[in-house]
């Protein structure tokens, strides 16, 4: 089965903080992503990562950063959190080896920016 | 961009059929997926559909897609109390980049009653 695990489920910060949302993968995929999820909002894709050391913006990367050092983790950083930071975030990981592009999702982390 | 919409509630009696509708704008995807998100937990795959299909049935879920219209649908048979969640569709990008990033529907809550 594929796992994709996310560090927290839930994370309390306060604002100007630094934060770390860490993802870890064990199937080996190549591709990451991070999203955010809000109510009547759907999921936005913040950023992804087709390969370690790779990077690219999604559609909402203001006031997020990422960084992939190794293949199984893809780690979230918001340099300075602010209140409308306050969401779910999600994490997804994919292969180029199945056919159909299919996501694996972690959990989430229900962040709140106070 | 892409869009991509779905109503944002529906509500059925249990044992009555669900349907879940969608509309994308990309008429080049590839893939198109229903993904399911339990209370407090990740986005699960539910089912998909290649584009050149209209119509595929997976036990009590059938997922019918109208290219022309750039419309699909997620049936559910004999709805269960289990079945509340909240439905994404999802639109994939062509499979000749790298990345495979999916677009995301504003999700469906789907309550079922008694």
């Known amino acids: 089965d594929v796992k994709v695990t996310q560090s927290s489920r839930y994370l309390v910060k306060r604002t100007g903080e630094k934060v770390f949302l860490e993802c870890v993968q064990d199937m080996d995929h190549e591709n990451m992503f991070w999203y955010r999820q809000d109510p009547g909002l759907g999921l936005r894709l913040i950023y992804f990562?087709?390969?370690?050391?790779?990077?690219e913006k999604g559609d909402i990367p203001e006031g997020y950063s990422v960084s992939r050092e190794k293949k199984e983790r893809f780690s979230l950083i918001l340099e300075s959190a602010s209140t409308n930071q306050t969401s779910m975030y999600l994490c997804?990981?994919?292969?180029?080896?199945?056919?159909?592009?299919?996501?694996?999702f972690g959990p989430g982390t229900r962040l709140t920016v106070l | 961009g892409e869009d991509v919409e779905q109503s944002l509630f529906l509500s059925v009696r249990e044992g009555d059929s669900s349907v879940i509708n969608c509309t994308y704008t990309d008429s080049s995807s590839t893939y198109l997926y229903w993904y399911k998100q339990e209370p407090g937990a990740g986005l699960q795959l539910l089912t998909y559909?290649?584009?050149?299909?209209d119509m595929k049935q997976d036990q009590r879920l059938t997922v019918l897609l109208n290219k022309k219209d750039k419309h699909l649908s997620l049936r559910i048979a004999d709805t269960q109390t289990g079945d509340s969640a909240i439905y994404f569709c999802a639109e994939g990008d062509s499979p000749t980049g790298g990345g495979n990033k999916l677009t995301f529907g504003t999700g469906t809550q789907l309550k079922v009653e008694l």
């Open positions: 997804a990981s994919s292969s180029f080896r199945g056919a159909q592009e299919t996501q694996y």
């Open positions: 559909i290649f584009s050149n299909m």
């Open positions: 990562s087709y390969d370690v050391k790779m990077k």
